[in-house]
Structure formats: C-alpha cells, structure tokens
C-alpha cells in the first residue's frame, strides 16, 4: 500500500515520462504548507532556466509575513515565473504540477503564468 507522497510521486513519474516526448521547457510546481515554487527546466531536464518561489524577498514584501501558503501568493508567483521565463527566452512550456492536483493554489499559479504569456 502506498501512502500519500508516495502515490504523488508515481503520478508525477508518470507525467514527466510524457512531458519528456513533447520535447518542451517544462513548468514544475512545488508546493508545501507554507510556500510554493515554481521552476522552468529546459527541453532535456539538465539546466534550471528559471525560478520564482515565495520564498524570494520581492514576494514577501508583497504578501506580508506568513501569507507565502494561499491563492493569492500562488499568482504573484506564477506572474514572475511568466516574466522571468520570458526573460530567458521561453515562450512555450508544457505544465509539470507533479502530481498535485489541479485545484487551488495550483491552478491560481497555472493561470496567472498564462495571463502572464507562457503558453502551456
């Protein structure tokens, strides 16, 4: 019997088998209790080309102390991402939520990086 993470995992395992065909940057989210992170990879998964996190100062002066854990921080979050990957260069990305599910504080990051202009 697998216990929670472990099923999380195997779902993640999962997605980026498919994600590696596509050939694509990929978008990956992380999110704990407290904060969330996100992190575009390149095509063939070696190098990092972007991150943005609620962790980072900008962000929590934003938010205001404890508040990295809601939606709201999730799409300020997901707006720097957008920026920061547009920066280096990337416009297209295939979306990794390593098998979280696609509900809340997930989907408020996935949207506010397509309002910012990555296309996934």
Known sequence: MLNKKEQRLRRSRQTRARIAQLRVARLTVFRSNQHIYAS????????????ASTVEKEV???LGAGKGGNVAAAAIVGKRIAEKAKA????KVAFDRSGFAYHGRVKALAEAAREGGLQF
């Open 88 to 91: 280096a260069g990337v416009e």
């Open 60 to 62: 929590r002066e934003q």
């Open 40 to 51: 575009v990879i390149s095509e063939d998964g070696s190098r990092v080309l972007a991150t």
